[in-house]
């Protein structure tokens, strides 16, 4: 397990408080309340500004834009953790009420809120109230837009995790057979990749005629001859990065409808793939993908992909209200979903670099429907 300095650099950590403070320079506010907690969605925001990998709900981080930053711990124990393994400064105190006292202490009038998806709602609750004449903006803006382009060192790391999920879909592969439980298969995997260094690991999966994604704690089908089986794994390496794969097998002889439906997966992921490059909108690779599964004649399922980083989903959307335009180092996951005309649907998921001379694939498994004893 590597320590919480070895994960990331004193450089990388300066880059990002730099990059920051432009952002809240440019939108005028004087500190930024950052909240975050353990969890593969939306905890992300502390976790950038800190490398706290361990957050309990209502711990924040007062980040001002100028001065030393200070980190508001739930007990005296975590705040020497924080002190100790990542050399910030940290006081007890992550109370509404206690973060509140902090900010009129040092007079700040215009603060931003950075992830209000996680901060606890007693928390915000005690803080609004405690603050009366002061201007609370949402301004989590500021850390997906710092957060979605990535440096060199936040790359080694996503490509790290890519290897995991390749190592991931292999074990899978090698394990699921007619008669196994599904626990029993995504368990192993989980083992092999935590011993290669995965942080946190994050399955979906199904295993039924007409299969529809779920997570583990429903995973209690076993794995039979007729069955449409979908794999999901998203992994977050040694460095907290997460990146994504996701196939399709067939236990069995597929169906003609299986296999059309496949095809027409990949058609609509090469079309995607085509457009992932500096300039190109992400609303408008959203519109391709559906005018292509339109076009197949099938159904989109699921949402069709979403940039990643250190938490599962992040900005920029592949959505139909996402504007934003994508930039070189942006990671983008695309995984169209396919319905199946009698119920169910099949996917293929992979995770891309944008760069200026197109999109890198980061996974190597290979992307053919994967057959299972026919």
């Not at 074990?171 to 092999?192: C, I, K, Q, T, W």
């Not at 996402?322 to 293929?348: C, F, Q, R, T, Y």
């Amino acid at each position: 397990m590597l320590s919480p300095t070895e994960r990331l650099s004193e450089k990388e950590l300066r880059r990002r408080y730099d990059v920051v403070r432009a952002k809240m320079k440019e939108k005028g506010l004087e500190v930024l309340l950052v909240s975050g907690i353990r969890f593969v969605a939306a905890g992300g925001y502390l976790r950038y500004l800190t490398n706290w990998a361990e957050p309990f709900g209502g711990e924040v981080f007062v980040f001002p834009l100028e001065g030393t930053p200070l980190f508001l711990a739930r007990t005296g124990e975590r705040a020497l953790l924080v002190k100790h393994f990542l050399g910030l400064e940290a006081v007890t105190g992550s109370t509404g009420v206690q973060a509140a006292q902090l900010l009129k202490k040092m007079g700040f009038k215009r603060i931003g809120l950075c992830g209000l998806k996680t901060m606890v709602a007693e928390f915000y609750v005690q803080l609004t109230s405690a603050l009366p004449g002061v201007e609370l903006i949402d301004a989590s803006g500021i850390l997906d837009e710092a957060r979605w382009t990535k440096s060199e060192e936040e790359l080694t790391w996503i490509r790290k995790s890519a290897e995991l999920t390749d190592t991931a879909f292999q074990v899978f592969s090698s394990l699921v057979r007619p008669g196994r439980y599904e626990a029993d298969v995504f368990l192993e995997v989980e083992h092999a990749v935590r011993q290669r260094g995965a942080e946190n690991t994050y399955f979906m999966m199904s295993a039924d005629p007409k299969p529809v994604a779920k997570f583990l704690d429903l995973a209690f089908d076993t794995y039979e001859p007729g069955d449409v089986v979908l794999f999901n794994a998203e992994i977050s390496g040694p460095g907290g990065y997460y990146t994504q794969l996701e196939r399709t097998f067939y236990l069995g002889k597929p169906t003609k409808e299986v296999e059309a439906a496949y095809a027409a997966c990949l058609v609509v992921q090469d079309k995607a793939k085509a457009l992932l490059r500096p300039g190109t909108k992400a609303r408008d690779i959203f519109r391709t993908i559906v005018t292509a599964i339109e076009e197949s004649g099938h159904k989109m399922g699921l949402h069709p992909g979403h940039s990643q980083g250190l938490d599962i989903f992040e900005r920029p959307l592949i959505d139909a209200n996402e504007d934003v335009e994508l930039a070189a180092n942006m990671i983008i996951v695309l995984h169209p979903h396919l319905l199946l005309p009698s119920g169910g649907g099949v996917w293929i998921g992979e995770t891309f670099l944008v760069t200026n001379e197109g999109p890198e694939l980061l996974q190597t498994s290979g992307r053919e429907l994967k057959v299972i004893g026919e």
